[in-house]
Structure formats: structure tokens, C-alpha cells
């Protein structure tokens, strides 16, 4: 009788048991996914303000080094530029800040997450970490850095005589885009590196190189047509610039460049993060 009642009740419903079986199932897996997904991004913001409290910690003046150390590198590259070459633009410092602040962003969020992988590996051998979340640890302090040290560039440029206005609200969009590029790249490298160790020393020199490459020190678009189009191909040419026509010169960034920069960046985060899942449980046995 019970079982009647029962069955009874389900056509009653329109639903076959099975049916609802499969979906309790399918249900209880998207509750233990949810779950999981979470527990992972708290271990990611635990371990990245961590890592902010350490590296406070660890200098004398703590979270004042992160203001000082751009501001002693742009000083060495303005006396080599400026004084000593005589290469300058109209508010050499600005231009110079402007460019510095976000190349920084950049350069060292990937060569440090180039090798978080293989430098994570005493965590992960104590308990089971997908390895994509330790070039996300460093993803995530240095865009608090930059974050930081971007709101005292801001202070600086408004004490220059450069006021804040409604192009200020252009920002965000912009760290977006950016974030997307340094992301794809960052991810990308994690991916490869335990694989060729050398990969690292190719990085740190890239960067040393991209540096002068970039518009950093100098308006591409001061330069001839030729070598404004073979330094466009590099990515943070038109960020660099966008940076400066937001907080200096008050204008719109090239919202098509931009566009591409970030739909070009979604595949490069995909393919990194395929990677890492494809070779999760290989990269302990490349880093022991």
C-alpha cells in the first residue's frame, strides 16, 4: 500500500523517481562544488595577505617600502635619462611615475608567479592545492600593491597641479584590462616553467630588456611610424599609454586596442589553467 501511495504520488507529480534521483545527485555535486570553489578563493586571499603582512614585517619602515622603493628606482632613472641624457618629456616625472607604477605591476607580478608552482610545493605536499591557485597568491598581492601605490600616485599628480577629474572613473576598466594581460601571462608562465627551469632566467632578462622597450622612459609616439608599429605589437605600449592619458593628460585611452588586449588575454588564463589541471599531480615530481 505504501509503495502504491508512493508511486501514486509520483505520477501524481509528473516526475519518474529516477529522474529525481539524478537531479538530488546532480544537485548535491553542484552544493559540493560551490563549497569547494570557495574554501579554494579563501585560501588564496589567506595566503596573499599573508604574504603582505610578511613582507611588512620584514623591512624597517614595513608597508612604507612599497611607496619607496618605485619612487628610489624612478629617482636613479631620472638623473640617468634626464640629467645625464638629457631625454625628457614635458613633466619628466609624472610621465616617468606614470610608467613605472604600472610596468612594475606587470614585471613583477610575472616573474615572481612565473615560478609560484615550484617555490609552493611544501604546501601542496601537505595537503592537496590546485597549483593554479599559487600564481593567483601572487596575482592578487601585487594588484594590492599596485592598487596602493596607485592612489599615492594619484595624491602626487593632484599635489602637481594635475586635479582630479571624471576621467578618474576610467580607471577601473583599466586595472581590468590590465589585470586580464598580467593574469594570462603570469598563469601562462606558471604553467610552463617547472617544465624548463631555464624559462625563469629568459623571463628575468625579457623584462629587463621590455623595460626600455615599453615607453617607460620615453613617447612612442614621438618615435618614426616603423618603430611606433613594431613597439605597438608589445602589449603594455598602448597600456603605458593609456595609463598616462588618464592620469596626466586627462583624455580617453584607445578603448579598441584595449578590447583586444583583454579578448586576446581570456584564452591566454584558459590555456594556462588547462595546462596546470593537465599536469596537477606531475609538477611535484618536476619540483622534488
Known amino acids: 500500500m505504501a509503495s502504491q501511495s508512493a508511486q501514486g504520488q509520483t505520477a501524481l507529480e509528473g516526475v519518474p523517481a529516477r529522474e529525481i534521483s539524478l537531479s538530488s545527485a546532480l544537485g548535491l ?13 579563501q585560501i588564496v586571499l589567506y595566503k596573499a595577505f599573508a604574504e603582505l603582512r610578511f613582507d611588512a614585517e620584514r623591512y624597517y619602515i614595513g608597508y612604507l617600502w612599497w611607496v619607496v622603493e618605485p619612487i628610489i628606482e624612478m629617482a636613479v632613472y631620472y638623473v640617468v635619462f634626464a640629467e645625464l641624457l638629457h631625454r625628457f618629456t614635458e613633466d619628466f616625472v609624472a610621465f616617468l611615475l606614470c610608467g613605472l607604477v604600472a610596468w612594475r605591476w606587470f614585471s613583477a607580478t610575472l616573474l615572481k ?12 605536499a601537505q595537503v592537496f592545492v590546485p597549483k593554479v591557485l599559487f600564481p593567483l597568491i601572487t596575482i592578487v598581492v601585487n594588484t594590492v600593491r599596485f592598487t596602493i601605490v596607485l592612489v599615492l600616485l594619484m595624491v602626487f599628480l593632484n599635489l602637481r597641479g594635475m586635479s582630479i577629474t571624471w576621467w578618474y572613473m576610467v580607471i577601473p576598466p583599466l586595472m581590468v584590462v590590465q589585470l586580464l594581460f598580467v593574469a594570462a601571462a603570469t598563469i601562462l608562465a606558471a604553467a610552463v616553467v617547472p617544465f624548463l627551469p631555464s624559462l625563469e632566467v629568459v623571463l628575468d632578462t625579457g623584462l629587463k630588456i621590455g623595460v626600455f ?9 614621438t618615435l618614426d611610424a616603423s618603430w611606433r608599429w613594431w613597439l605597438s605589437l608589445n602589449p603594455m605600449v598602448p597600456l603605458l599609454e593609456a595609463w598616462r592619458n588618464v592620469l596626466m593628460y586627462h583624455r580617453a585611452p584607445q578603448w579598441g586596442v584595449l578590447a583586444i588586449i583583454a579578448a586576446a588575454s581570456v584564452p591566454g588564463i584558459l590555456a594556462g ?3 596546470i589541471r593537465r599536469y596537477e599531480y606531475v609538477y611535484p615530481k618536476l619540483t622534488s
Open 29 to 41: 555535486l553542484l552544493v559540493s562544488g560551490a563549497r569547494r570553489r570557495r574554501r579554494w578563493v
Open 113 to 124: 608567479g612565473s615560478t609560484a608552482i615550484v617555490t609552493n610545493q611544501a604546501l601542496a
Open 213 to 221: 622597450l615599453s615607453g617607460v622612459f620615453f613617447d612612442v609616439g
Open 273 to 275: 589553467r588547462a595546462i
